[in-house]
C-alpha cells in the first residue's frame, strides 16, 4: 500500500487457495502488512478448481511457498494432505492456515483465534459466559468450539436442528478436559419459542448465519417479537454491511453490539504470525480492508 509492489529474486510467497477467489479483502490485507512490517513478502490469489487441490497443496511448497489461507471450499478437503494439524484444526476439521516448513506442511485453524481477540478486545471475559449462537455452519464449529474451550456454555440453535445436535456431539469428546466439561453444550431448533425461552439468561449472541448480508440486507436470524437483551453483546459475523438488521435491532435495545470486520482482521494477522513468526501490524490490516471493504 504504502510503496509499488516490487517482487524479485528475494521475494517470498504465501496466497489464497479457494474457488472463487477474487472478492476476498485477504490479498490488499495481507500485502499492506508485509509492506508495513518491511517484509519483502507478496501474497497472491489462487484459484484452484476442486479436482486440483492435492496438487496445490503439494506444489505449493515445492514452488517455495511459506504458506496459505485456505478458504472455501477448500478447508476440509486440504486435512487429509497435511503432515501435521493444530488441535484447533483437528477439531473443527478444517484448516484455513497452512504453513511449510522444513519440508512439512502444517494445518492451523485461526477462525476461532480472529472471532475471540475480537471479542476480547472489547473487554468481554469467556470463562462463565452464556452465549446463544445461531446457525450450525462451517463458521459456527469455530465459534461454538472456541468458546466452550474457554469455559464459555453455549446454546447452538440452527435452522435444521439435527445440524446442531451432530455439531454439538461431534465437540464433546473434545471439551472432556474442561472443568465444566461437555455440559457446556447444548442445541436446539431455531425458533421463535426457543429464543423467547432462552433470551433473558443470555450474555451474548452470535449470528453465524448469512441472514442479513449484503445484498440480501433485510435478514435477521432473531425473532422480530422478541425482546433483544439488552444485557447481552450481539456480535454478527457478517461484515457487509458493517451494520446488519441483527446489529441494529441489538442497538436499539442498549446491547453492545460487533461486526464480523474484527474477526477477518485478527485471523489475518494470526495468520501473519504464523507464517512470518513476527507480531502483525493490526491496525495498518484494519485499514486495509476498511478501505477494500468501502471501494467492493
Ligand atoms: P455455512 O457453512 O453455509 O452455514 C450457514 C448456516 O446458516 C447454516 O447453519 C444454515 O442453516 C444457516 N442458514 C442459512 N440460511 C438460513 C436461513 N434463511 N434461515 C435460517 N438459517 C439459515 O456458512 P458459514 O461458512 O458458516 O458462514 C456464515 C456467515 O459467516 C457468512 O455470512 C460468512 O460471510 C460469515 N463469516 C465471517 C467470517 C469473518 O471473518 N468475519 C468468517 C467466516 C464466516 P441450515 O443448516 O439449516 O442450512
Redesign the pocket.
Known amino acids: 500500500m504504502d510503496r509499488p509492489l516490487c517482487i524479485d529474486g528475494h521475494t517470498q510467497l504465501v496466497g489464497l487457495l479457494g474457488y472463487p477467489v477474487e472478492h476476498s479483502l485477504s490479498p490488499a490485507m495481507q500485502n499492506a502488512a508485509f509492506a508495513a512490517a518491511g517484509l519483502n513478502w507478496c501474497y497472491v490469489p489462487l484459484p484452484v478448481a476442486p479436482v486440483a487441490v492435492k496438487e496445490a497443496v503439494f506444489g505449493l511448497p515445492a514452488l517455495g511457498f511459506r504458506g496459505a489461507n485456505v478458504t472455501?471450499p477448500h478447508k476440509q478437503v486440504v486435512m487429509p494432505y497435511l503432515d501435521a494439524v493444530s488441535e484447533e484444526a483437528q477439531a473443527i476439521g478444517a484448516a484455513n492456515v497452512l504453513v511449510f516448513k522444513d519440508g512439512r506442511r502444517l494445518g492451523y485453524n485461526v477462525?476461532g483465534m480472529?472471532?475471540l481477540t475480537a471479542l476480547t478486545s472489547l473487554g468481554v471475559r469467556v470463562r462463565g459466559l452464556r452465549a446463544l449462537v445461531?446457525?450450525?455452519?462451517?463458521?459456527?464449529?469455530?465459534v461454538v468450539y472456541t468458546l466452550a474451550r474457554n469455559g464459555a456454555a453455549v446454546m447452538l440453535l440452527?435452522?435444521?436442528q439435527e445440524?446442531?445436535e451432530s455439531l454439538v456431539e461431534s465437540l464433546r469428546p473434545r471439551l472432556m478436559d474442561e472443568p465444566m466439561g461437555s455440559s457446556l453444550l447444548k442445541s436446539g431448533p431455531?425458533t421463535r419459542e426457543v429464543v423467547a425461552e432462552v433470551a433473558s439468561g443470555i450474555d451474548l449472541v452470535v449470528?453465524?448465519?448469512?441472514?442479513g448480508?449484503s445484498p440480501h440486507e433485510q435478514?435477521n436470524?432473531w425473532p422480530a417479537d422478541v425482546p433483544f437483551p439488552r444485557q447481552a453483546v450481539a456480535y454478527d459475523?457478517?461484515?457487509?454491511p458493517r451494520e446488519t438488521s441483527f446489529l441494529r435491532l441489538a442497538k436499539a435495545a442498549g446491547a453492545q453490539t460487533l461486526?464480523?470486520?474484527p474477526?477477518?482482521v485478527y485471523?489475518g494477522a494470526h495468520s501473519f504470525e504464523l507464517w512470518t513468526g513476527q507480531p502483525a501490524p493490526v491496525e495498518t490490516m484494519y485499514a486495509a480492508v476498511l478501505e477494500g471493504s468501502i471501494q467492493g
Do not use: E, H
Request: hydrophobic share 45%.
Open positions: 472455501i477462525d480472529g472471532f445461531l446457525g450450525a455452519g462451517g463458521s459456527a464449529r469455530a440452527n435452522r435444521t445440524r446442531a431455531l449470528n453465524t448465519t448469512p441472514l448480508m435478514g436470524p459475523l457478517i461484515y457487509a461486526n464480523g470486520l474477526m477477518l485471523q
